[in-house]
C-alpha cells in the first residue's frame, strides 16, 4: 500500500515540510527549491523517508525526509524512545546513553536525541563533549542502560552524518529490533520538541564522562600483559611510532590508552591531530583509503622510525603500517590485522591460564577463514557471522552468557576489531594499545610486526586475498547479474559448465538452480546464497554423476538469515579459493571478497590461483565489459 508521502503531490510535500521544520538553514533549503520549481530535488530530499536499519540511519545532512537533519533526528528518537519504553522493563529508570563526535550537528543531534528520551521521563546518560564511539557501547552495558545513541558517521564523508543505536546489552541492534524501531519511528514522525536549552543541566540528566572514560580506562588493564615491560621497551631509544587520528577524536583517548598500557608516547601527525568536521588533508578520512597514512609515513619518515598506527575519525577502528627492511611500507590489511590479533590474543589467554576450549573468536563471513584455520588447529571455539559488529557482538555476548566462552576476539576485514568484550563493538582504542604493546615485545625481541605475521603464515597456511567492488548504478542490472549467477543463461553463450538443483519451490525451468561448476578451473565445492536461501557443501561431489540433483524440502537451508532484499552469495573452490559477491546496502556498489589459502605456505600458488579467480570474477561471473561496469 502506497505511503502518504508517495501519494502526496511534490509541492504539497514540500508544504508540509515547511509546516514542520523549525531550522532556519534546513527551512531555507527548501524554500529556495520552491521557488526556483526544482521538481527533481525536491523529490530526491522529501519523497522516500530516510530508513532505519541495523545500522540505524546515516545520510547527508541537508532538509527533507531523506536525508539527517534536526527533523529526522527528533522524529527518530522519538519513535525509539516510545518502543524502549514499551520493550524493555523499567526502561526510563535504567536510561539511555548519548554521545557524540566532532562533525558538524552532532553536538545538537544528541542534544535532541536528548530531549525526546527527557519527554519521556527516561534518565538520559549525557557524553556532553565529543568522544570515540566505543564510549557510548561501554557505558550501556556498564550501566545497565536500556539503550544507546551515539551521532557519528564514523569515517564517511563531511557532509555526511549517523544515528547509531545500541541495545541494552551493549550491542547494536540486529533484527527484528530495526523493523520494531522503523514502525515505532513511523508512527511518531510528527517532530514536537525542538527546544535544546537547559538539557545539560536537567535533573535527569548525568553528565558521564569522567566516571565511563575512568572505568573504560580501567577495564583495558586485563589486556596490558607487563606494564613495566611495556614501559622499559617502548622506550628504547630505537623504538617509536607516528600515530593520526585523522582529524577525529581519538587523539586525547589514543594517548591515555598508551599510559594505560604503560607505553611511551607517540609522534602524532600535527596537521591531522586536531578535531576537524572538514577533514581538510584527506579526500576520505578512512585510513582503508589508498593513501590515507601517507603523511603519517612521511612523518615516521622524518622521525626516523618504522611504525604508523591510525583511528578513523570517530576512533572505532584501527589500521597500522611498518616500514620493512628494504624501506618499503607494508600497510597491514584488515585481515591482516585480525590473524595478527587473534595470535597475539590467544598468547595473553594462554597466561591468564585460560583454557583453549573456553576461549571464542569469530569474524565475519567476509573476513579471511585463516582464524578458522587457527582455531581448528588450536583449539579454540570459532564462529563467522553475517557482515557487522551487529552480528560479531551479540554472537560473542551469546556465547559469554550461554556458553560460559571467553569473548576473546571479534574482526571484520574493513579493520574492526573487538578485543575482550569490555565494548560489545568494534573498539579502535582499544587496538590501538593492544597492538602497539606487542609491536613494543617484538622490537626488543629484534623483531617486526611483519615478521609475527609471517610466523603464522608458516604455521598455519598462506593466504593471500583480494576485495575490490564494481560500480553498478543500475540496480535492475545488478539484479541480473546474481540471476545469471545463480540460475544461470540460456541465451548467454558463455560456455560457462553448471550443475542443475531442483528445490522443491521450484516453479520451473527459470527456477532451477545452476551455480557455475567452476571459477577459473577450479572446481566448486561449497555454495551459500543469501538472497534465496541456500546452503551446500561437497557440491561438485553430489551434482559429479547427476545432470540434475533433486533436494527436499527442508534440505540445503542456510543458518544465517536470509533476506531477498539483497542479494549475497558464497562460492568455495578445491583449490582453497572463497568468494563471496554482495551488494552494498549503501553505495552503488557490486562487492566481492576473493581469498585463496595455500596450506603449504607456496606464495606463488596462491598468487596464481587469486590472479586466475579474479579474473574469472570480472570476466565470467560479472562480465564485467559486457555490463559496462
Known amino acids: ?38 521538481t527533481t530535488k525536491l523529490e530526491s530530499l522529501l519523497r522516500q523517508p530516510i530508513k532505519f536499519g541495523t545500522s540505524g540511519l546515516r545520510a547527508r545532512m541537508e532538509a527533507g525526509y531523506s536525508r539527517l537533519n534536526q527533523l529526522t533526528v527528533i522524529t527518530a528518537s522519538q519513535g525509539l524512545a516510545a518502543y524502549v519504553e514499551c520493550n524493555i522493563a523499567d526502561a526510563q529508570t535504567h536510561g539511555v546513553v548519548v554521545g557524540h563526535d566532532h562533525r558538524h550537528g552532532s553536538k545538537k543531534f544528541a542534544l535532541l536525541t536528548a530531549r525526546a528520551f527527557l519527554d519521556r521521563g527516561f534518565k538520559v546518560y549525557f557524553y556532553p563533549a565529543i568522544g570515540p564511539t566505543p564510549l557510548v557501547p561501554f557505558a550501556v ?24 543505536v545500541y541495545w541494552t546489552n551493549g550491542a547494536q541492534i540486529k533484527p527484528p529490533l530495526d523493523e520494531g524501531i522503523a514502525q515505532s519511528i513511523r508512527e511518531n514522525s510528527t517532530p514536537v520538541n525542538w527546544n535544546t536549552l537547559g538539557i545539560e543541566s536537567d535533573r535527569n540528566v548525568v553528565d558521564v564522562t569522567d566516571s565511563m572514560t575512568a572505568a573504560y580506562f580501567d577495564a583495558a588493564k586485563t589486556l596490558v600483559s607487563d606494564p613495566q615491560l611495556n614501559s622499559t621497551v617502548s622506550s ?64 615516521a619518515e622524518h622521525e626516523g622510525v618504522g611504525l604508523v598506527v591510525a583511528n578513523d575519525p570517530d576512533a572505532d577502528r584501527f589500521a597500522a603500517a611498518e616500514r620493512q627492511a628494504d624501506g618499503s611500507w607494508l600497510v597491514f590489511t584488515g585481515d591482516q590485522l585480525g590473524t595478527i590479533f587473534a595470535a597475539s590474543v590467544l598468547e595473553d589467554c594462554r597466561r591468564k591460564g ?18 578458522e584455520t587457527i582455531a ?14 551487529k552480528w560479531m557482538a551479540n554472537e560473542l555476548a551469546e556465547l559469554s552468557t550461554q556458553g560460559g566462552y571467553h569473548a576473546a576476539l571479534g574482526y571484520e576485514e574493513a579493520i574492526g576489531y573487538m578485543i575482550g568484550d569490555q565494548v560489545l563493538d568494534k573498539d579502535g582504542i582499544t587496538a590501538l594499545g593492544f597492538f ?16 609475527y605475521l609471517e610466523t603464522q603464515y608458516a604455521r598455519y597456511g598462506f593466504f593471500v586475498s583480494a576485495n575490490s567492488y564494481f560500480i553498478s548504478p543500475d540496480p535492475l542490472k545488478t539484479d541480473r547479474i546474481f540471476a545469471r549467477i545463480r540460475y544461470g543463461d540460456e541465451n548467454a553463450g558463455d560456455g560457462i559448465q553448471r550443475i542443475s538443483i531442483m528445490r522443491p519451490d521450484s516453479k520451473g525451468a527459470n527456477e532451477v538452480l545452476k551455480y557455475p561448476r567452476t571459477i577459473g578451473g577450479f572446481p566448486v565445492c561449497y555454495i551459500r ?82 590472479d586466475t579467480m579474479s579474473r574469472a570474477v570480472a570476466d565470467e561471473l560479472v562480465q564485467a565489459s559486457k555490463n559496462g561496469l
Not at 530 to 556: H, P, R, W, Y
Open 1 to 38: 500500500m502506497p505511503t502518504k508521502e508517495e501519494e502526496m503531490p511534490i509541492m504539497e510535500l514540500a508544504k508540509r515540510w515547511l509546516s514542520e521544520d523549525k531550522d532556519p538553514r534546513t527551512r531555507q533549503q527548501i524554500k529556495e527549491l520552491v521557488a526556483t520549481n526544482d
Open 141 to 164: 552495558k556498564r550501566l545497565g542502560a536500556a539503550c544507546g545513541v551515539m551521532v557519528t558517521a564514523s569515517h564517511n564523508p563531511k557532509d555526511d552524518n549517523g544515528y547509531k
Open 236 to 299: 628504547s631509544a630505537e623504538f617509536g611510532y607516528v600515530y593520526t587520528p585523522m582529524h577525529g577524536v581519538g587523539a586525547q583517548f589514543a594517548a591515555r590508552m598508551l599510559e594505560t598500557f604503560g607505553l611511551s608516547p607517540y609522534i602524532p601527525v600535527p596537521e591531522q591531530l586536531q578535531p576537524d568536521p572538514d577533514f581538510p588533508t584527506v579526500s576520505f578520512p578512512n585510513p582503508e583509503e589508498k593513501g590515507a597514512l601517507d603523511m603519517a609515513k612521511a612523518v
Open 354 to 371: 585460560i583454557r583453549d576450549s573456553k576461549i571464542a573468536m569469530v569474524n565475519s563471513t567476509v573476513s579471511s577463514r585463516m582464524l
Open 376 to 389: 581448528h588447529k588450536e583449539g579454540f571455539h570459532y564462529a563467522d557471522t553475517l557482515t557487522g559488529f
Open 436 to 451: 602497539v604493546q606487542l609491536a613494543a615485545r617484538l622490537h626488543a625481541e629484534g623483531l617486526r610486526v611483519s615478521d
Open 529 to 610: 546464497d543469501l538472497t534465496i536461501g541456500f546452503e551446500m557443501s561437497d557440491v561438485d561431489k553430489k551434482c559429479a554423476s547427476k545432470k540434475q540433483l533433486a533436494i527436499a524440502k527442508g534440505e540445503c537451508e542456510p543458518r544465517f538469515l536470509v533476506s531477498s532484499a539483497s542479494q549475497m552469495i558464497t562460492l568455495e573452490t578445491r583449490n582453497g579459493g572463497r568468494l563471496t559477491m554482495r551488494t552494498s546496502g549503501t553505495e552503488p556498489k557490486l562487492k566481492y571478497y576473493l581469498e585463496v589459502r595455500n596450506s603449504d605456505n607456496d606464495r606463488s600458488v596462491a598468487a596464481r590461483d587469486l
